[in-house]
């Protein structure tokens, strides 16, 4: 760099009363010199293009989850041996049971942990399932068969299907007691809630030149109209007859549309007319998959309820696994694409199943009651 040139300044005037003259301060300045700007020049290929993530097979995880569960089970041990604890656990960290069955008693299905009947966590309750569904009962003796402590029956994740029935025989209890209806009034004001976002009818903007297509050339908003036409139309020609059910996220909009006049009471009257197992199934469905739209198509199908409909069509029902994919397209989508998150995505796509499972096993049955 130059060295600074130093501007010399004229002395301004003296002042006519004789002060001393004012100095004006000399003004510093470097001389200018371009910058010399190095040219961009690349390195190697470009990067490659990001691959999706092979996803682990279900047997993978699981056996990854029982490692893991076993490391934590070293660990604790461990712990537990140089703080001096003895080896003897609480009541609440045993099982106090060693079998688990189920049997008729009285016309109705219990489940029995050793001699004990499985009873409700709130009233005391025995838990009694109706005959006409076997399969519900044995789910629920082998989810307390799975459990390895009294610990674990306190966690709702791990015993959803116990909640579930639970929540099915409190509707049931309010209904048979004077002035019931409350629960029933709350549960139909939390789904319709649903309606005005519901998963099925928010559809992504027309794709673009630049936008992903599947293999068949389709959009993600081709895909998502063609599931949702098909449930809607189920819905407008079984369930809800007459009832258009419109889209209430399209195009390029960012505010959703509200349904037509009249289409909200006749979804309310529906809901409200469910009996107690199909309305305690739809409320959890409906949690589940962030849709009334397919959650009313999964008791529709599948309820022995007065909802239930008699075989509509021949092969596959619209089941947990076709519920699970319609309401999760989006999110299918992006990480066919980009690659899933392990332990969120993985474990967020079994849990929607599952509980949507346990919906199907809730509805279901041989539609004998005896």
Wanted: some cysteine; aromatic content about 4%.
């Amino acid at each position: 760099m130059q060295p600074a040139m130093r501007i010399p300044l004229r002395l301004a005037p003296r002042i006519a009363n004789g002060t001393t003259p004012l100095t004006i301060r000399s003004i510093h300045a470097s001389a200018v010199k371009a910058a010399n700007v190095a040219p961009v020049v690349g390195t190697g290929p470009p990067p490659e293009a990001p691959a999706p993530v092979q996803r682990p097979t279900p047997n993978e995880r699981v056996e990854r989850r029982r490692k893991q569960a076993e490391m934590l089970k070293t660990a604790k041990a461990i712990r537990s041996a140089k703080d001096g604890k003895g080896s003897s656990l609480s009541p609440m960290k045993r099982r106090f049971w060693k079998d688990v069955s189920v049997a008729e008693v009285d016309g109705a299905l219990q489940v029995f942990l050793d001699a004990r009947p499985l009873r409700h966590p709130n009233t005391k309750e025995i838990v009694r399932v109706p005959l006409s569904k076997p399969t519900l009962a044995t789910a629920l003796a082998i989810e307390w068969d799975l459990l390895t402590s009294a610990q674990q029956a306190t966690r709702q994740h791990l015993i959803p299907l116990t909640s579930l029935v639970c929540r099915a025989t409190d509707i049931a209890a309010e209904d048979d007691a004077a002035g019931g209806g409350t629960i029933r009034a709350a549960i139909a004001d939390s789904v319709l809630r649903y309606l005005d976002t519901d998963s099925l009818l928010c559809w992504a903007p027309p794709a673009g030149a630049q936008d992903l297509r599947n293999e068949a050339g389709e959009s993600l908003r081709d895909v998502q109209k063609r599931v949702a036409e098909d449930t809607v139309g189920f819905l407008a020609t079984h369930v809800w007859p007459g009832v258009a059910i419109k889209p209430v996220l399209d195009g390029h909009s960012i505010f959703p549309a509200s349904q037509d006049e009249g289409v909200r009471e006749v979804v309310r009257g529906w809901v409200v007319g469910l009996s107690a197992w199909e309305i305690a199934g739809l409320e959890r469905a409906v949690l589940a998959g962030k849709s009334l739209v397919a959650a009313a198509r999964v008791v529709a199908e599948w309820s022995e309820g007065p909802a239930g409909l008699p075989a509509t069509r021949e092969g596959a029902r619209f089941g947990a696994e076709e519920a699970a994919r319609a309401t999760s397209l989006e999110v299918d989508w992006q990480t066919g694409h980009w690659g899933e998150v392990e332990d969120t995505h993985d474990v967020g796509k079994e849990d929607v199943r599952r509980q949507l499972g346990s919906v199907v096993l809730l509805v279901s049955g041989t539609g004998k009651s005896s």
